[in-house]
Structures are given as structure tokens and as C-alpha cells.
């Protein structure tokens, strides 16, 4: 099972005082250097945190690293995407008052719009993952698109599996991990790559490190920053490796 960092708040902090510090690619470094498999880097339209340089120096200063950008289905980015060519492209939907991700893409309400653009990256040697919900539907829909990856939107089993927040439910979030491995099984079954990601931390990422089975990737991004503040971003990113080779089966 690989694990996919998000570096995107690194850069937060940076456009915070629109400087050059903290260094993109010295964060990517760190984190490479932890036992990081990729980098995983969200250039949305509003540009609030990852800007357009940020995605091609990445790809310049690390050719032989995996590079998964997030993207909304728009032509717009999917051009900047064709043109850098990073490893693979996870179409997310986008809201502009949202402060995430607030939950996945609507590949079956917006088929045509999303297989357009599928076929755009695929046709430019883009490996393509769309970021769905754990609904049959979507993950059918996600199918029929011809993306060859699907990652599961795991915030809600995040939300439910937190003892520190207002929603926590165990009996829920158990519920919930139910839905995202019959997600999974059926993502599997119809030949698509399973990937999870979203505000999974180191309490809540065994029960996934478990199903290598299942999952090919985790991508974990706040968390490892966070933990990052205090321990450094090398260490932190070392630590969430350990808790998901450490989950592994025997």
C-alpha cells in the first residue's frame, strides 16, 4: 500500500503572507526522504493555496517521483494538467466558499462533462482517479467513465471515527467502513484501482492499512502537516508510513 502526502497546506502557510517560504519542493523532499510513495498537490481554480509554478517545479525537480494532482472537471486545469503531465490526475469537485473537499464528485449526474475530460488527460499518457463517495452508483458511474481509478472519500468516517469532535460515533463509523470496503470490493470487482483519502489521520488509517486487499493508496495530507508543526515534516510523514506498513496483514 503506497501513501500519497498532501503538501498543500504547506503551501497555505506560504501564500498567508504570499512568500517564498515554506519551500514547496524542500517539503516534497522531506517527505520523500520519509518513505513518502508520491506527492499529492490540489491546484484549484481559485489558487488559494498550490499555484501553477508550484505543479510544473514539482514535476521538473522530482521526474522520477509519482505526482498526483487534484483538479476540478474543467477544461481549464485539465489543460495546465496536459501540458506538465504529472502521473496521474483525481478529479474532485470544487466549491469556492467551501474550506475542503466537502464530499466527492458526481460522476453520475455529470457523465458527459467528466468522460470529456477523461479522455482529454488519458489521451495526454494521464493516468486518471475520480474522487467519489461510497455510493454503488457512483462508483458504477465512475466506471463507465474509463478513469482507472477511483479514490473513496473517507471524511465522513473521519468525522464519525474522531473521539476530539462534536460528531464522533463509533457504532457509525463502523457503519461507515462497512460502506467504503463494499465500495471498495465492488471499485475492485469491476477492475478499477481503489484508492481513500480525506481527513484520515494516525487514530483512524489502520482499518484501511489492513485492506491491502482493497486499497492501493492512501493519500493523507492535514494531519501529517499538523503533526508537522511540532515533530517536523520528515518524522511526521514517517510515522504515518509506519502505522500503514505496520497495519498490514502477515
Not at 462534536?166 to 469491476?190: C, I, M, V, W
Request: charged content about 30%.
Amino acid at each position: 500500500m503506497r501513501l500519497g502526502v498532501n503538501i498543500d497546506h504547506v503551501a497555505t502557510i506560504r501564500q498567508a503572507r504570499l512568500d517564498v517560504y515554506p519551500d514547496l519542493l524542500e517539503a516534497a523532499a522531506e517527505c520523500f526522504k520519509a518513505g513518502a510513495d508520491g506527492i499529492t498537490v490540489h491546484l484549484r481554480e481559485d489558487r488559494r493555496h498550490i499555484q501553477d509554478a508550484d505543479v510544473k517545479a514539482l514535476r521538473r525537480a522530482f521526474p522520477g517521483r509519482h505526482l498526483n494532482l487534484e483538479m476540478a472537471a474543467v477544461d481549464v486545469i485539465a489543460d495546465i494538467a496536459v501540458k506538465i503531465k504529472p502521473d496521474e490526475v483525481c478529479l474532485v469537485p470544487e466549491n469556492r466558499r467551501e474550506v475542503t473537499t466537502e464530499g466527492g464528485l458526481d460522476a453520475a449526474g455529470n457523465a458527459a462533462r467528466v468522460k470529456a475530460v477523461v479522455k482529454k488527460l488519458q489521451k495526454a499518457g494521464i493516468s486518471v482517479s475520480l474522487f467519489i463517495n461510497d455510493s454503488p452508483a457512483q462508483v458504477r458511474a465512475a466506471a463507465g467513465t474509463g478513469a482507472e481509478m477511483i479514490e473513496l472519500h473517507t471524511g465522513t468516517y473521519a468525522e464519525l471515527s474522531d473521539p476530539k469532535r462534536s460528531g464522533y460515533d463509533r457504532a457509525g463509523a463502523k457503519r461507515e467502513l462497512k460502506k467504503l470496503f463494499a465500495a471498495a470490493e465492488l471499485g475492485r470487482g469491476l477492475g478499477l484501482q481503489v484508492n481513500a483519502g480525506h481527513g484520515l489521520t494516525y487514530d483512524n488509517t489502520a482499518p484501511f492499512a489492513r485492506r491491502t486487499d482493497l486499497f492501493a493508496e492512501l493519500n493523507i495530507g492535514h494531519n501529517i502537516i499538523a503533526r508537522a508543526v511540532f515533530v517536523g515534516l520528515r518524522r511526521a510523514v514517517a510515522e504515518m508510513k509506519r502505522v500503514i506498513v505496520r497495519r498490514r496483514p502477515a
